[in-house]
């Protein structure tokens, strides 16, 4: 579903170039969960952008549903998103003036598979029922995170990409979050490359991996 094949990727610093990503290659199965860790700074985020297409490698090639995205000209790499992705980030997004239920329906409509159906699961899945005409400013921080996550995961997208999903959540509220996300994951058989600092919330998925002077390793567990 997502590979990198010798990834290359650095900024200009008034000091000179600074690497960032340095030959790295990963690989990520349809229904796979892949946690990737790393301290702040160390590049999680930059990784994430490139398998979104949001950035492209100095070096390298990155493939999303079998295609190069490296190739492909702006608008084919927004299409492919649409297409084959879900995001979710720290922050919400939530469109302000839309409600629920049409923040929950807006990225399936644009990818051209509203399913009225489905978004009507979503939303009692979602612990949302009886809220879709609210807006945003009208639900806690919890719920709005979980909005995001149904509004990635209406198009029924092959990949999601989650950066630090539930980072601006108390931990009560985080591990609830979480065990819906991998619960509608594994559901939808939708492959999962989530970002995270924490151990705890990293845990849970199939495999870790750490990110750090620009090269992935596995991390070390800790002892029983």
Known sequence: MLEFRQVHKAYATPQGPLE???GVDLTLAAGESLALMGESGSGKSTLLHLAAGLDLPDAGEVRLAGRAISGLAEPERARL???SLGLVFQQFHLVPSLTVRDNLRLQARLAGRDDAAWSAELVARL???GMERRYPEQLSGGQQQRLAIGRALAPRPPLL????PTGNLDEASADEVLALLLELV???RCALLMVTHSPRVAA???RRLRLSRGRLTAPQEAPA
């Open 20 to 22: 960032v990503l340095g």
């Open 81 to 83: 998103r649409r297409e």
């Open 127 to 129: 612990g949302l029922a």
């Open 161 to 164: 990409l989650a950066d630090e």
């Open 186 to 188: 594994r559901e939808t």
């Open 204 to 206: 849970p998925l199939d």
